[in-house]
């Protein structure tokens, strides 16, 4: 069974940058469609990026193109949000979220079956 543990969060001033990684038990974590997902106080939870078990493809949500970047190194069993330019707006808890079945369609939350316990980023203007 995979777990996922995400870390970096923190306080950050606008226009900084943060580097989330997501760190994977299990063997078989590198068929693994793996996703970092947000959600702010009050809001839904939203899709944030996503990456093929390859790391061949990857998918930004439009808010965050051009500045945040996932990748990943199966080697290690780790995925990485790089987030930089950040912005108020981005203050949210992030989750990493993978699953064995997702091919590229990597938005829709509820395919995903394994989930961290999320870390905390807060933007200050």
């Known amino acids: 069974q995979v777990q996922l543990v995400e870390s970096g969060g923190g306080l950050v001033q606008a226009g900084g940058s943060l580097r989330l990684p997501c760190a994977a038990s299990?063997?078989?974590?590198?068929?693994?469609?793996t996703a970092w997902f947000r959600q702010a106080l009050g809001k839904e939870r939203e899709f944030v990026a996503g990456?093929?078990?390859?790391?061949?493809?990857?998918y930004n949500v439009d808010s965050v193109k051009g500045r945040f970047t996932i990748s990943r190194d199966n080697a290690k069993n780790m995925v990485f949000l790089q987030m930089n330019k950040l912005k108020p707006e981005d203050t949210a808890r992030y989750y990493c979220a993978a699953d064995p079945r997702i091919g590229s369609n990597f938005t829709p939350d509820h395919e995903y079956e394994l989930w961290g316990q999320g870390t905390q980023v807060t933007v200050s203007s």
């Open positions: 990456i093929h078990w390859s790391g061949r493809s990857t």
């Open positions: 299990g063997r078989t974590f590198s068929i693994y469609a």
